[in-house]
């Protein structure tokens, strides 16, 4: 079964240039997740997306990022503009998660390789 | 304080030898606790989910104790392989959320 896709594997941009990563989730995963893992650091949750309705974006620095998941299939993450800060790897992640609820053994997420960004 | 906190390490420990790492919690509502592995440069994996009555998968044993908020593993007779990252995970929320530690590293030598 393939993985999560995600692409680009590295980018390299100057503060306040703009970046998009792509993912694509295992087929038939409901639920997409963004997460942003800073070095020595955990991931971070940014968004979550259940098909294409968003169900959290609390931690989302809504003023510079975006994502959107319009046909419940890939998605895409954009950051305008980038800050020193953002330097980081941008993780996607799926699961068979419904909030409807399912089965305990669906709400394991799979994540991709992760897009790692270096922002000069 | 943070929502799931480790010790970063790290461990340095040789082939054989048994290793434990403990992690606490702080949300009392949180209903699901998961260890994630993640070697370096690479993506988290599901190493196991935490159960009340602890669980064993081969080598690994996971325990919670949700009196005092807190999860531990232990690892018995470390590999080589073993070398990696240890994340403690806690479901947030209901909705799959996962707060994730900062994880514990551990680097096992001959």
């Known amino acids: 079964e393939a993985g999560v896709a995600q692409s680009p594997r590295y980018k390299i941009i100057e503060k306040r240039q703009s970046v998009a990563f792509w993912c694509n989730p295992i087929s038939g995963h409901a639920t997409l997740y963004w997460y942003q893992q800073i070095l020595g650091q955990g991931p971070k949750l940014l968004i979550q997306?259940?098909?294409?309705?968003?169900?959290?974006d609390s931690q989302l620095p809504k003023d510079r990022f975006s994502a959107e998941r319009l046909k419940g299939v890939d998605s895409t993450l954009k950051i305008q503009p980038a800050k020193l800060e953002d330097s980081a790897v941008y993780l996607c992640?799926?699961?068979?998660?419904?909030?409807?609820?399912?089965?305990?053994?669906?709400?394991?997420?799979?994540f991709g390789p992760g897009t790692r960004l270096l922002v000069l | 304080r943070k929502e799931v906190e480790q010790d970063p390490g790290p461990f340095n420990v040789p082939e054989g030898a048994t290793v434990a790492f403990n992690c606490t919690y702080s949300?009392?509502?949180?209903?699901?606790f998961f260890w994630y592995r993640q070697d370096c440069r690479k993506e988290p994996k599901l190493l196991m989910s935490?159960?009340?009555s602890g669980n064993e998968d081969g080598r690994f044993t996971a325990q919670l104790n949700r009196a005092s908020q807190y999860i531990s593993l232990l690892i018995r007779d470390s590999k080589l392989s073993d070398s990696a990252t240890y994340l403690c995970?806690?479901?947030?929320?209901?909705?799959?959320?996962?707060?994730f530690g900062a994880g514990t590293r551990l680097a096992v030598h001959p």
């Open positions: 992640a799926s699961s068979f998660f419904s909030v409807t609820g399912v089965a305990k053994n669906q709400e394991t997420q799979y």
């Open positions: 935490v159960y009340s």
């Open positions: 995970v806690a479901e947030k929320g209901g909705y799959n959320k996962l707060i």
């Open positions: 949300n009392s509502a949180s209903q699901s």
């Open positions: 997306f259940q098909n294409n309705g968003v169900v959290d």
